[in-house]
């Protein structure tokens, strides 16, 4: 018997590469941001600082559940890296070595717009 090769990384694949990219720099941002807020001398700093843990916490859920399809599609990171355009991330895709690449200026927006989507939601 003849076995067949696995199915070749498709579009939803890749955006959800896209999704598991975008929660991951997001993550490292709010936690950069909450820890920077104590140093800071504002009035609603505690208040903020709630704001960004919540939004941190919807924002690592997202990424688990990111991370549970991938696993389920067989998809596993290798490694992420910055270049001088952008982002790039190398993963396994059953089987197959891939590598995406994400330009800054188009990365930042869709997560500006995400996180605008998510504070819409909020309030």
Not at 50 to 73: C, E, F, I, V
Request: proline content about 3%; hydrophobic content about 45%.
């Amino acid at each position: 018997m003849k076995r067949s090769a696995p199915p070749l990384p498709t579009r939803e694949d890749e955006a959800l590469i896209q999704d598991y990219m975008l929660h991951a720099v997001l993550e490292s941002v709010l936690k950069r941001d909450i820890r920077l807020l104590p140093t800071l001398e504002l009035k609603l700093a505690d208040l903020y600082a709630l704001l960004l843990r919540h939004a941190g916490k919807d924002n690592a859920d997202r990424l688990w559940a990111a991370r549970q399809q991938m696993r389920r599609r067989g998809i596993r990171i290798l490694g992420r890296s910055r270049t001088a355009a952008g982002f790039e991330i190398k993963y396994l895709c059953r089987g197959y070595e891939c590598m995406l690449a994400f330009d800054s200026a188009a990365f930042i927006q869709d997560l500006a717009s995400r996180i605008g989507a998510v504070s819409q939601n909020r309030l």
